[in-house]
């Protein structure tokens, strides 16, 4: 099983669309988690971090469920600049300064 | 967040070659890492740059292929060593951030090697 599991997509919505990403990972030791945005041919760069309670930041919502290891991001009123790749990331178990990545969600928000 | 910057951004290198990639912060920072992104994967860490002693080296990758540098808490270098075409690949260097284990990411150096 991979440490951090994500359907690579490509999610194809149309603006306006409410889009959510799935993300599973293995170890239930580790504490810290992400949402990571890649643009094409682009560095990732951080969207949100995870938080137990979930957390929102305008049109993004991170969920987090400890007890099934599983993170969500929700899009809502989708944005043609919302067309990246969603990276899920979370730390490695007993060294929280390490990260996992997972491969990617693709979404591609069309008009 | 950091500022980060690397040079070189792109560079194409004959096999058998070593290449030096520099990543420079705006500001002071504990803890820096370097990456690679192959082609349609996601992010291996490579290794944690370490101020004042050795690289600490993942699982997969060695000192003597990709030896870094860490001379002060701005500044890092990550060589990659006796290229083959394989090596190919984006390398990025990141730093953390504060105490929330968020990482920044530096624009990435993209390396063709021929």
């Known amino acids: 099983r991979k440490e951090v599991e994500q359907d690579p997509g490509p999610f194809n919505v149309p603006e306006g669309a409410t889009v959510a990403f799935n993300c599973t990972y293995s170890n239930s030791a580790s504490q810290s988690f992400f949402w990571y945005r890649q643009d094409c041919r682009k560095e990732p760069k951080l969207l949100m971090s995870v938080y137990s309670s979930g957390n929102e930041d305008g049109r993004f919502t991170a969920q987090l469920n400890r007890a099934s290891q599983y993170i969500s991001l929700l899009i809502r009123d989708s944005k043609l600049s919302d067309s990246a790749t969603y990276l899920c990331v979370v730390n490695r178990p007993y060294n929280t300064d390490k990260l996992i990545f997972g491969t990617g969600t693709r979404l591609q928000v069309f008009p | 967040s950091a500022v980060i910057s690397q040079k070189p951004s792109r560079d194409i290198c004959q096999r058998g070659t070593s290449l030096t990639i520099q990543c420079q912060v705006d500001?002071?920072?504990?803890?820096m890492f370097w990456y690679r992104q192959q082609p349609g994967q996601s992010l291996t860490l490579i290794a944690t740059a370490n101020q004042g002693s050795e690289a600490t080296y993942e699982s997969g990758f060695v000192i003597d292929k990709f030896p870094i540098s860490r001379p002060n808490l701005t500044f890092s270098t990550l060589t990659v060593s006796n290229m083959s075409p394989e090596d190919s690949s984006i390398y990025l260097c990141s730093v953390l951030a504060g105490s929330t284990y968020e990482q920044y990411f530096g624009p990435g150096t993209r390396l063709t090697v021929t």
């Open positions: 500001s002071q920072v504990t803890m």
